[in-house]
T-cell receptor
Framework: SQQGEEDPQALSIQEGENATMNCSYK?????LQWYRQNSGRGLVHLIL?????REKHSGRLRVTLDTSKKSSSLLITASRAADTASYFC???????????FGTGTSLTVIP | GAGVSQSPSNKVTEKGKDVELRCDPI?????LYWYRQSLGQGLEFLIY????????KSGLPSDRFSAERTGGSVSTLTIQRTQQEDSAVYLC????????????FGEGSRLTVL
């Protein structure tokens, strides 16, 4: 399978703490994206990082990309209860048409 | 509409029946994807449409699954002779450009096969 893998599968933290999720993938990529999915809803795009970028910020989100290790991390700072959701990484490989999604990290932020 | 629209939002059917799921992408988006998400799992690629090019059907799990996209806009995913293992949420996404931008997802169609 060329799917990515997120780690951990589940994460529970207190409001105000930082949450870090990791994603590993298998093929060379053009870019990597992170998505969020609230329970029973569709996925919402959070941030995209290109293969020639190493770090990117958007509000409370910080994404890093290490193409040599084929891994990425998503950091959510100062978490809020509303951040409770599943988070998925998606890779856009150099070949083929599909985006490969990881298995997701389920984040619970306790108020 | 402003976003990707999918219908029905929920579908309960009996084993052996055929079902059709509809996706109305964002106007002007040339790329359209269907994914399947089983309970608590990641997304499984099914099929990809890009403009007038032949679709990439490499993810369809069996010949009971088919999809079409009429006029480069609305897409229909058809599952024939449904089986219980087809129960899942079917997600549609569209994108302005192929492989270079974000995907915009619909809310999904939850299919339950009894």
């Amino acid at each position: 399978s060329q799917q990515g893998e997120e780690d951990p599968q589940a994460l529970s933290i207190q409001e105000g703490e930082n949450a870090t999720m990791n994603c590993s993938y298998k093929t060379s990529i053009n870019n990597l994206q992170w998505y969020r999915q609230n329970s029973g809803r569709g996925l919402v795009h959070l941030i995209l990082i290109r293969s020639n970028e190493r770090e990117k910020h958007s509000g409370r989100l910080r994404v890093t990309l290490d193409t040599s290790k084929k891994s990425s991390s998503l950091l959510i700072t100062a978490s809020r209860a509303a951040d409770t959701a599943s988070y998925f990484c998606a890779t856009d490989p150099n070949t083929g048409n599909q985006f490969y999604f990881g298995t997701g990290t389920s984040l619970t932020v306790i108020p | 509409g402003a976003g990707v629209s999918q219908s029905p939002s929920n579908k309960v059917t009996e084993k052996g029946k055929d079902v059709e799921l509809r996706c109305d992408p964002i106007s002007g988006h040339t790329a359209l994807y269907w994914y399947r998400q089983s309970l608590g799992q990641g997304l499984e690629f099914l099929i990809y449409f890009q403009g007038n090019s032949a679709p990439d059907k490499s993810g369809l799990p069996s010949d009971r699954f088919s999809a079409e996209r009429t006029g480069g806009s609305v897409s229909t995913l058809t599952i024939q002779r449904t089986q219980q293992e087809d129960s899942a949420v079917y997600l549609c996404a569209s994108s302005l450009l192929q492989n270079t931008g974000e995907l915009f997802f619909g809310e999904g169609s939850r299919l339950t096969v009894l």
